[in-house]
């Protein structure tokens, strides 16, 4: 039961996420840097549950991260393209810079949950399939400028 608020109001519940200690176990995990395993249960808190599914929609952008884990831009996308070659991220969408500047974060599917359409009962766990020196294959976010001319 939830508690009521001096206003008479339901307090709002606490956000949280499980780790699975078998998931924490394999190889894979185990190969993570520190950076990567502590931005997982950052992009994890993203998932809105089973009853209102969003994996494969997941947005956390590499700011986002950064701030969260108080480390550089940099080191947050390194964590990302690391949880991606482990098999426990894909990006389902890449980012892109909308119009007028409305930019939008990669979308990511955590692999060890099922896809809305359950298309995937619980979840490809991908990570289950990685082995030492067999990454997988990291889709690597556009630059808006590849080639650095400035339009000159």
């Given amino acids: 039961m939830a508690h009521r608020s001096k206003r008479g109001g339901k307090e709002p519940q606490e956000h949280y996420t499980k780790l699975v200690r078998t998931m924490m176990q394999e190889p894979a995990w185990r190969a993570l840097p520190p950076v990567a395993q502590a931005l997982y249960p950052w992009l994890k808190l993203e998932w809105r549950g089973p009853h209102a599914n969003n994996n494969g929609k997941i947005r956390f952008s590499v700011r986002q991260a950064a701030d969260a884990l108080s480390v550089s831009r940099d080191t947050a996308a390194r964590g990302f393209r690391e949880l991606q070659a482990k098999g426990f991220i894909v990006v389902t969408e890449q980012a892109y810079?909308?119009?007028?500047?409305?930019?939008?974060?990669?979308?990511?599917?955590?692999?060890?949950?099922?896809?809305?359409?359950?298309?995937?009962?619980?979840g490809s766990k991908l990570y289950r399939e990685w082995r030492e020196g067999h990454d997988f294959k990291v889709k690597k976010t556009r630059t808006n400028n590849p080639e650095s001319m400035n339009g000159k």
Avoid: D, F, K, Q
């Fill in 97 to 122: 810079l909308g119009v007028a500047g409305a930019a939008r974060a990669p979308a990511y599917e955590l692999t060890e949950i099922e896809l809305p359409n359950g298309s995937s009962r619980g």
